[in-house]
């Protein structure tokens, strides 16, 4: 069974500071790996993908990737309240279907 | 910016009867997905659609559910005979590559789905 973990927090961030979200994922085939964000009885909006190990940024977001140790990392740089939702990790195969985390739920503090 | 459509917004249904839920994906996407999210749970997928023909579809996707494209813009997803469990928010996503290419699923508003 394909899995993705995340912790589902909440983990709380004082505004400005770095948020740091972590998953890892159990199907070594995974050949994909996203960050959506999902605002609480919204659709998930993708907020980084990639691909090959090491780090990709993009604005105040770096994901990371260490596919040796079935990682993927999401840095949110100079947090914001509106930064505050739920992000869902999710890994991609050959397969053609994404397999979801169940999310870390992120509050970032006034 | 082009986006992934959904209608109707939220649904209420008796169990038992027949839904269909409504998707207009992004023009130039040739792949097409359901995924269901019950509430405090997770997102996920039921089912990917390729060319006119069904290409993964998961355990959850059983003989109760159905989809379609029925003409160039529409794609839907009929859920036969309602259960309780059915209840959740539905939604659908298109891609314009294959899974490892340098796209990803774009996704619609979702229906919220409420069966009683």
């Known amino acids: 069974q394909k899995e993705v973990e995340q912790n589902s927090g909440p983990l709380s961030v004082p505004e400005g500071a770095i948020a740091s979200l972590n998953c890892t994922y159990s199907d070594r085939g995974s050949q994909s790996f996203f960050w959506y964000r999902q605002y609480s009885g919204k659709s998930p909006e993708l907020i980084m993908s990639i691909y090959s190990n090491g780090d990709k940024e993009d604005g105040r977001f770096t994901a990371q990737l260490n596919k040796a140790s079935q990682y993927v990392s999401l840095l949110i740089r100079d947090s914001q309240p509106s930064d505050s939702a739920t992000y869902l990790c999710a890994a991609g195969g050959r397969d053609d279907k994404i397999i979801f985390g169940k999310g870390t739920r992120l509050h970032i503090l006034p | 910016e082009p986006e992934v459509t959904q209608t109707p917004s939220h649904q209420v249904t008796q169990m038992g009867q027949e839904v269909i839920l409504r998707c207009v994906p992004i023009?130039?996407?040739?792949?097409f997905y359901w995924y269901r999210q019950i509430l405090g749970q997770k997102v996920e997928f039921l089912v990917s659609f390729y060319n006119n023909e069904i290409s993964e579809k998961s355990e959850i996707f059983d003989d109760q559910f159905s989809v379609e494209r029925p003409d160039g813009s529409n794609f839907t997803l009929k859920i036969r005979s309602t259960k309780l469990e059915d209840s959740a928010m539905y939604f659908c996503?298109?891609?314009?590559?294959?899974?490892?290419?340098?796209?990803?699923?774009?996704f619609g508003p979702g229906t919220r789905l409420l069966v009683l």
């Open positions: 996503a298109s891609r314009y590559m294959r899974a490892g290419g340098a796209e990803t699923q774009y």
């Open positions: 023009s130039n996407h040739l792949y």
